[in-house]
């Protein structure tokens, strides 16, 4: 079986070549927008450098693929949009049998989430594209809320604007393995909520964080105006803060309280807890 991995230079989808080159029955084709030195990948990985503006390139890197482990573009959601489109055309173009896509718990035309909006539009794209699709739908990713989390360990606050609402974070491995093994079976037509186990407020979060790196962290709720005006104050790009408070006002509408066990039931394994990440990475 030869499968294709996009992103593969980020942190998700080098996991996810890392994983499928340990299968003697698996060829893995690396996909990433610039050429990366030898040692980047394992051995027996084939590298093709196809950006996601680059339609040509991105049909070239899929020809004779059987199954595409598609992870998101970043930046602005307009370009994303763009970019995934481009990989869909490639994907029927192509006639690849089999798409695993990452997409996101909260995938709803309905929230004020930007980046919700871009993954239900991806999904539909896909299956209107007619080729037989998996979906992960990962939960809030453990190592991308660490950053907020490491502040609050220097200040003894986590300053957020998240209300009562409650996450299941999810460890970045464990999204990896469940992309993993969808990209080994066979099509399932349908999404699988990749979640952690347990979904908490903002304040279990701190006191989880407390409890793991021995040191007092508590949960200040910011107001959305507050918390906009502050981190404009530290000079973050414009996009990425319309990005962050639109998620944060999709976490204070509940829209990863989720907890499932599809993780389970794909990778054979218990999800890692919050808690077990941190105090491993203290």
Known sequence: MRIAVTGAAGSLGGRVVRLLAGRADVDVVAMTRRRLPAEAFPQQVEVAVADYADPPALRAALKGVDTLVF??????????????????????????????????????????????????????????????????????????????????????????????????????????????????????????????????DLAGIASITAEAWGTPVAYVDLPPGTYCAETAATGLDPWWLYAYSSMFASVREQRWDRVRNDCTQLTGRAPLALRDVLSAHG
Not at 123 to 133: M, N, W
Request: aromatic letters at 6%; glycine letters at 8%; charged letters at 20%.
């Open 71 to 200: 992870v998101s573009s970043d930046g602005p959601d307009a370009r994303v949009l763009l970019h995934h489109r481009n990989v869909v055309a490639a994907v029927a173009a192509e006639r690849v049998g089999h798409v695993a896509a990452l997409s996101s718990v909260d995938a709803d035309m309905g929230s004020p989430f930007c980046y919700a909006v871009v993954n239900r539009l991806t999904e539909d794209l896909l299956l209107a594209s007619g080729v037989p699709c998996s979906f992960a739908r990962a939960s809030l990713y453990i190592e991308f809320f660490r950053g907020w989390l490491s502040a609050a360990r220097a200040t003894g606050l986590l300053r957020l604007p998240a209300a009562d609402g409650r996450v299941s974070l999810v460890a970045r491995d464990d999204v990896a393995r469940a992309l993993a093994a969808l990209a080994v079976g066979e099509p399932t037509g349908r999404h699988h909520d990749i979640t952690g186990p347990e979904s908490v």
